[in-house]
């Protein structure tokens, strides 16, 4: 009963500093004169170097436009996304953003992993967010070259899905389902799309921090064919999945979760309530035996470290994109 108080005043102090604390992450507002992000549609394989060229084109013409409003960071970011060599499958440059990056060939791939962020992503942290590889796209370059010096001989894709509305640290978002049960909605109809483009892949969900949240919302909202195309979902570094256990998440996929040693998500209370009349918090740590997920070995990691090069978290993740689960290692 003492243990649950102290959870609970801590869960209520947190909620009150994220109420006053004010938002430091710099993405900028709606840029005026953007043009209209591409529409998202439903693509076959043979549609996606047109769908690229489009999106690269959106992006060079957004970055002009933040040129000319005087933004140069905003239009810096954009141009560094536009480059030639970079595909995606969604962008947008308003607000804060959104960007679904490819790697690998998607159209022929025999294995796909999903690389789900946490908060404090945006357009303007898509490539760097407190280090190269704490970013979605550095992250997904990390997972990628992982995968494929691993299974050499295994055609491999990373998408890394900054899908949804990812909240800031310091907000009160970041404590709620809101932003995680959209973002659950919009993860389930990009698992669908890939299966659109590429049907005969497997692809596996890997989620950092609130952006497992986001996949225990997807999850629970499939169906069981759904979750049959699933090979596996692996969370790192995260505060809950808001639900008691992996059984609640209803899937017949394999779950697995780990934390380093060194993550500061450890102190966060890992706990649900009723609090000013919404749900605060997701539950208990994945990681803990009680939640049944499988052990996933994630060494030292900090929170933003579980996909640095040469470490034990980034091979085992990768291991579970590739559907090679028997082989995750503890050392």
């Given amino acids: 009963m003492r243990a649950a108080r102290i959870r609970l ?8 500093g994220c109420i006053v604390a004010s938002v430091t992450a710099a993405a900028a507002n709606a840029v005026p004169g953007l043009p209209a992000a591409p529409r998202q549609v439903a693509v076959a394989a043979k549609d996606l170097p047109a769908l690229y060229g489009e999106n690269r084109r959106y992006l060079a013409r957004a970055a002009a436009a933040a040129r000319r409003m005087g933004d140069g960071e905003r239009a810096r970011v954009l ?3 536009a480059s030639p060599d970079r595909d995606f499958l969604q962008v947008s440059a308003d607000g804060d953003g959104q960007a679904v990056e490819v790697l690998g060939d998607l159209a022929h791939a025999q294995r ?24 979605v796209a ?7 070259a992982e995968m494929r010096a691993v299974a050499p001989g295994t055609r491999v894709a990373v998408i890394g899905w900054y899908g949804y509305r990812a909240p800031r640290t310091k907000s009160r978002d970041t404590l709620t389902q809101d932003r995680a049960e959209e973002g659950g909605r919009l993860l389930r109809r990009q698992i669908r799309r890939l299966r659109g483009i590429n049907p005969g892949a497997s692809v596996a969900v890997l ?14 909202g499939m169906n069981r064919s759904a979750q049959a195309t699933l090979t596996g979902l692996a969370v790192f570094g995260s505060p809950g ?16 979760a780990g934390r380093g040693s060194r993550d500061w ?3 966060v209370p890992h706990a649900q309530y009723g609090l000013f009349g919404e749900r605060v918090g997701f539950g208990p740590d994945p990681s803990s035996a009680e939640f049944g997920a499988r052990r996933l070995p994630t060494g030292d990691s900090r929170h933003g470290d579980y996909l640095r090069p040469g470490s034990l978290s980034l091979r085992n993740i990768a291991l579970i994109g590739l559907d090679r689960g028997r082989q995750v290692s503890h050392g």
Avoid: K, N, Q
């Fill in 79 to 81: 141009d560094g996304l």
């Fill in 241 to 256: 999945m808001g639900v008691d256990s992996a059984v609640e998440l209803g899937a017949s996929v394999p779950v697995w």
């Fill in 265 to 267: 998500i450890a102190h």
């Fill in 138 to 144: 550095g992250g997904s370059r990390a997972l990628y």
């Fill in 9 to 16: 005043g801590m869960l209520i102090a947190t909620v009150a």
């Fill in 112 to 135: 796909i992993a999903l690389l789900v962020p946490g908060s404090d992503t945006t357009i303007d942290t898509f490539d760097h967010l407190g280090s190269r590889h704490g970013s």
């Fill in 207 to 220: 989620c950092h921090s609130y952006g497992s949240v986001v996949c225990g919302e997807a999850v629970r």
